[in-house]
């Protein structure tokens, strides 16, 4: 139950984010929703749509719910439905996500704003690229952990991807959820709703990238532990990198938000495990940060 309430509110930020933005770009737009279990997420992303009923006039936005139910479903989203203008098209279609790429090309999804929700099985290679069809794509999925969606995402075409497991704290299963899109603001938005979501849902993350598997609190200023080691892991790959640099590595490729990045720069520069150039003034992006400790730090060890 707990994963359930933080999944939900996660689909409404990101609907929040996502629908302004593709009634902007286009006139018409596709949201998709499949599900391989209970719909239960359909009829809240209907109530979101409809609080933004005076941004469709003019625009046309279809909305596809493919899951089993069968009329029960119909029913239960039929209500919601009524409540929405003449702008936007319901289509509910039984079957399970791997109908989606079907489902996709008869609503006409390709070329215009996209936005997918692939919930509760890992999608494969076909559902990943129909989903990716949009201009632009942004895909979030669910499903069961451990697992990884990263390569499977990017090779789809999803540029930028994060993504994190749900760990209940009553110890039922965990569930992985992952984030695609091409968009840096939309990525930036994701990892803003992550860690504004209800710190009391009985949840924590896990980074499936971090190799400690550390859990963190939700929280709107998160433990800095995990950040700190993919950090100095990435200087020690990659060797001096601008803060600008690290910021981006943050965003895309850990589940914090680049804004973490400075804050957790400078308990490594407080603990000297990392130095600076230049030395001193603000920590802008142009600094460039290095491994290991100041010369000055070295001689007094």
Do not use: C, N
């Not at 992303?45 to 909305?63: I, K, N, Q, Y």
């Not at 003449?86 to 704003?113: M, N, Y």
């Not at 709107?220 to 990198?241: H, I, K, M, V």
């Amino acid at each position: 139950m707990s994963t359930d309430a933080v999944l939900r509110e996660l689909l409404v930020r990101q609907l929040d984010h996502w629908l302004p933005g593709a009634m902007h770009r286009s006139r018409r737009a596709t949201l998709a929703l499949a599900y391989a279990g209970d719909p239960g997420t359909a009829e809240t992303a209907l109530r979101v749509v409809a609080e933004f009923a005076d941004r469709l006039r003019g625009r046309r936005l279809t909305v596809l719910v493919l899951a089993g139910g069968g009329p029960e479903l119909t029913a239960r989203l039929g209500a919601v439905e009524a409540t929405l203008p003449a702008d936007v098209a319901v289509h509910v279609v039984p079957g399970d996500p791997s109908r989606l790429p079907v489902t996709l090309k008869a609503a006409g999804a390709a070329g215009a704003p996209l936005l997918t929700l692939v919930d509760g099985v890992l999608p494969d290679p076909a559902v990943l690229a129909a989903a990716a069809g949009g201009r632009p794509a942004e895909l979030l999925v669910t499903g069961p952990a451990p697992a990884t969606l990263r390569p499977a995402l990017t090779a789809a075409g999803f540029p930028l991807v994060t993504e994190v497991e749900l760990v209940p704290a009553d110890g039922s299963p965990a569930r992985l959820l992952a984030f695609g899109t091409g968009l840096d603001k939309s990525l930036e938005a994701f990892k803003d709703a992550l860690w504004e979501a209800d710190e009391f849902a009985g949840v924590r993350y896990r980074d499936p990238a971090d190799p400690a598997g550390g859990l963190l609190e939700i929280a709107l200023q998160p433990e800095p532990g995990p950040l700190r080691r993919e950090l100095l892991a990435e200087l020690d790959r990659s060797g001096p990198r601008t803060v600008t640099e690290l910021r981006r590595h943050t965003l895309t490729a850990t589940v914090y938000r680049a804004a973490d990045t400075v804050r957790t720069l400078d308990t490594l520069l407080q603990a000297g495990a990392v130095r600076r150039d230049p030395e001193h003034g603000r920590l802008g992006g142009d600094v460039t940060i290095s491994p290991g400790p100041a010369p000055d730090a070295r001689s007094t060890a």
